[in-house]
């Protein structure tokens, strides 16, 4: 009877996890869908066929929001590594910490209009470099928060053996600690770049209605109650963090822990 | 540690131009403006838009909705994944399972709150299935889901996005805490099954998982595109509310929706700090 309960919460679980993209996906390859019909009579691409045409710019705006999640990914793990070494050594480490935290949790949005002043001042209000650095606010501090686990007192021993066998800081630096915080390094930066990917509120405000991302046109065709667009770009928004989700549970996450 | 003074020093300064800098910026900026000493409507220091947020009521009933959505979201969640991690965690482990329940991950807010307005709008999904196996006589009779009163909508978003992170969490703190080996240990000792689940298992999954808990109410408390798809506009959630007294064209509101932003910033601000102090006493325990 425990068994087949367990059995019975499986598949519940699984129903869950598997049902929502493939509404998703089949809503896609819906065009007219009257109520109270299930399904629709006919299926098509033709949503895929139009969404793709060079005026939608929807290819365009899967372009930006890559540039922008790839820079942003790229930027917070890099930062995030060497500003936490420093962090997580530091005697205020607590305090530091405190203040990681702090840009990291507030409402992207509310973050944004309070900064949008500074971005207009700066002339990066609408531009694809201004979306980049606010987005870092709040993708590098998250980086930073994660990688201070990673300086742990295993890595200082390490740190300390080196020395004591004569290596100097920079072959340290290389030979040791980037090769052991690699496989970390990928997660933030997968985490990093999700965080990127997903942003809406910031994006909006900063970019301006300038800088159109993926989510900003799923935005759109809600807007345009063109719920079959609006389907087919959510496809496309979540795609690359299933793809990256599963390479992150596959190949890095056992080797992190 | 290998890093040299000048290295500390820039880190430093990286960490400070990110974090500490834009914060002091933008919480100053906001402050400023809603006391008049900045702006375009600048008139030298008032209270005025202070007493005129709190005057309209708004603000008010706009924190205290935000608290309950995060609240009942977060409670539905926790629920529901300690109840799956506690049942299933030997299979979220490796078994399929571990794959599949990765996916909901991969929701933004704003697709989560797209699907389950096509789920539970008066012509989606779920109407549909009512209407086909006769629960519902025609589209009027099914009840509002989504932009309602209660946010049934904006609950449900909240937990798709939410129940598969906790699952995850609780998974991970079965396994690291050797919960199986307490409750056996429990068992051994004559332990009810009841007592089993209050006293070992509960204390420990929640204690273990309450930074957690406390960051997900403040990332709801705060949360954006789902109350903006799947919320109405009396009453709103917090950031709905400061968007939109910013974001329009009526010069007037700027004040009051910084105001707000104001507000909203002390109470995480707040929140924050004593997750830190209590996470803190916990440690050096």
Redesign the interface.
């Known amino acids: 009877m425990k068994n087949r309960?367990?059995h019975i919460?499986?598949i519940v679980?699984?129903i869950?996890?598997?049902v929502?993209?493939c509404?998703?996906l089949l809503?896609s390859f819906f065009e007219v869908w009257p109520?109270?019909?299930?399904l629709p009579d006919r299926f098509n691409a033709k949503a895929w066929g139009y969404i793709f045409q060079p005026e939608n710019r929807v290819s365009t705006s899967i372009f930006t929001s890559l540039i922008i999640a790839l820079s942003v990914a790229c930027i917070s793990a890099l930062?995030g590594f060497?500003?936490s070494?420093?962090?997580a050594?530091h005697k205020y480490k607590?305090g530091?910490?405190?203040?990681?935290?702090?840009?990291f949790?507030?409402?992207?949005?509310?973050?944004a209009?309070?900064?949008k002043?500074?971005f207009i001042k700066m002339g990066l209000i609408g531009t694809l470099y201004g979306v980049i650095l606010a987005q870092?606010?709040i993708a590098?501090?998250y980086a930073?928060i994660v990688f201070t686990g990673f300086w742990n007192n295993r890595m200082?021993d390490f740190?300390k053996l080196a020395?004591t066998l004569g290596a100097t800081?920079g072959y340290?630096?290389s030979k040791l600690l980037v090769p052991m915080a690699l496989p970390m390094m990928l997660v933030v930066f997968f985490q990093c770049f999700l965080i990127s990917?997903?942003e809406?509120?910031l994006t909006l405000?900063i970019g301006f209605g300038k800088v159109e991302t993926l989510?900003l046109k799923?935005?759109q065709y809600?807007g345009e109650a063109n719920?079959f667009y609006?389907?087919l770009s959510?496809s496309l928004?979540?795609l690359p963090?299933?793809i990256l989700?599963?390479i992150?549970?596959?190949f890095i996450y056992n080797k992190t822990i | 540690m290998i890093v040299s003074r000048k290295y500390s020093i820039s880190a430093q300064g990286i960490l400070f131009l990110f974090t500490v800098l834009p914060l002091i910026g933008g919480f100053g900026y906001a402050l400023l403006y809603s006391v008049g000493l900045t702006g375009v409507l600048k008139t030298g220091f008032t209270f005025n838009h202070w007493k005129q947020v709190f005057a309209n009521g708004n603000i008010l009933s706009s924190f205290g909705y935000s608290a309950l959505i995060a609240f009942a979201a977060i409670i539905i969640s926790v629920a529901m994944s300690m109840y799956t991690a506690l049942k299933l965690h030997r299979f979220l482990e490796k078994d399929l399972l571990s794959y599949l329940i990765y996916i909901p991950l991969a929701f933004p807010g704003i697709v989560a709150a797209f699907f389950v307005f096509q789920l539970f709008t008066k012509s989606g999904i779920v109407s549909r299935v009512f209407y086909k196996i006769g629960l519902i006589n025609d589209i009027q009779s099914f009840p509002d889901l989504v932009n309602d009163r209660y946010g049934i909508g904006i609950i449900t978003a909240f937990t798709l996005l939410i129940f598969p992170f906790f699952v995850l969490l609780f998974t991970n703190i079965i396994k690291n805490e050797r919960l199986e080996e307490y409750k056996l240990a429990a068992s051994t000792l004559s332990a009810t099954p009841a007592q089993v689940l209050w006293r070992v298992s509960l204390p420990l999954l929640l204690r273990r998982a309450l930074p957690n808990i406390l960051l997900y109410f403040i990332f709801i408390f705060g949360a954006f595109e789902v109350p903006l798809l799947l919320g109405r506009s009396n009453p709103e959630m917090v950031s709905v509310l400061a968007v939109r007294k910013l974001q329009r064209f009526d010069l007037l509101d700027l004040p009051q929706g910084y105001a707000v932003a104001v507000l909203y910033s002390l109470a995480s601000l707040l929140v924050i700090y004593f997750l830190f102090k209590a996470k803190n006493r916990a440690d050096e325990k």
């Open positions: 309960n367990h919460l499986k679980l699984a869950l996890c598997i929502p993209p509404i998703l809503m109520f109270p019909q299930l930062l060497f500003t070494m420093v962090v050594y607590k530091l910490l405190l203040l990681t935290y702090l840009p949790v507030l409402s992207p949005v509310i973050f209009v309070c900064l002043y500074y870092l606010i590098y501090p930073t200082l740190q020395l800081p340290i630096f990917w997903f809406y509120g405000i989510t799923v935005f809600l719920i609006a389907a959510s928004l979540i963090p299933i989700l599963w992150n549970k596959k």
